[in-house]
């Protein structure tokens, strides 16, 4: 029982460097979503899913890209990493009106 | 801004003790959750309440549900050190997008 795999679970970069996150779920959910979360201002969420094809902006969308080109997997790109991105991550999926399952995260750090 | 806020942020009490850990917003929201987090790992589910004024029961967990659906507040009686985690409140929207609390970290000392 896998649930939510996010890969990888830490990573160091410098400034100005690229970076994908990938986030696999199976269990067939709709919605996907990825947050960051931060001292003192628990999960906020930068992007999420509705379905295979479909991506939109949540409440922190800048400096992230990402892309849900097949239904199991919803990858966050970092185009040109910044400090203030150094956080966990955490992606989740579900489906309406549900609960969601998230992932173990991943710690980042930019230098 | 934040949309939902939880009081207190830290708490740390002694083993058996009682807490009440509140979740507040000037929203409503269709549905609200309740998740504990442990260190290195996602947050997971302890509870969904949907209708207002809803009360549910987990053991030593209780969860209420406003009448107005805008706050929740969730009580431990007779707290153990394996209730320590950080606690998260998350509000449903109607079209799929949850707003997360600013989380209640509890610490139970032996």
């Known amino acids: 029982n896998a649930g939510v795999t996010q890969t990888p679970k830490f990573r160091v970069l410098k400034t100005g460097q690229s970076m994908t996150l990938l986030c696999a779920q199976d269990?067939?959910?709709?919605?996907m979503y990825w947050y960051r979360q931060d001292p003192g201002m628990g999960l906020r969420l930068i992007h999420y899913s509705v379905g295979e094809g479909t991506t939109a902006k949540g409440e922190v969308p800048d400096g992230y890209n990402v892309s849900r080109l097949k239904k199991q997997n919803f990858l966050l790109g970092l185009e040109s990493a910044a400090p203030s991105q150094t956080s966990v991550y955490f992606c989740a999926s579900g489906v309406p009106n549900q609960p969601q399952h998230f992932g173990d995260g991943t710690r980042l750090s930019i230098l | 801004t934040q949309l939902l806020e939880q009081s207190p942020q830290f708490l740390s009490i002694q083993e058996g003790e009682n807490l009440t850990v509140y979740c507040n917003s000037s929203?409503?929201?269709?549905?609200l959750q309740w998740y504990r987090q442990e260190p290195g790992e996602g947050p997971v589910l302890l509870v969904t309440?949907?209708?207002?004024?809803e009360v549910k029961k987990l053991k030593r967990l209780t969860f209420q549900f406003g009448d107005a659906r805008k706050d929740s507040s969730l009580h431990i009686t007779a707290a153990q050190t394996g209730d320590t985690g950080l606690y998260l409140c998350a509000g449903a929207a109607s079209w799929g997008q949850f707003y997360f609390g600013t989380g209640t970290s509890l610490t139970v000392i032996p």
């Open positions: 269990m067939n959910h709709e919605y």
């Open positions: 309440v949907v209708t207002g004024g």
């Open positions: 929203s409503v929201f269709s549905s």
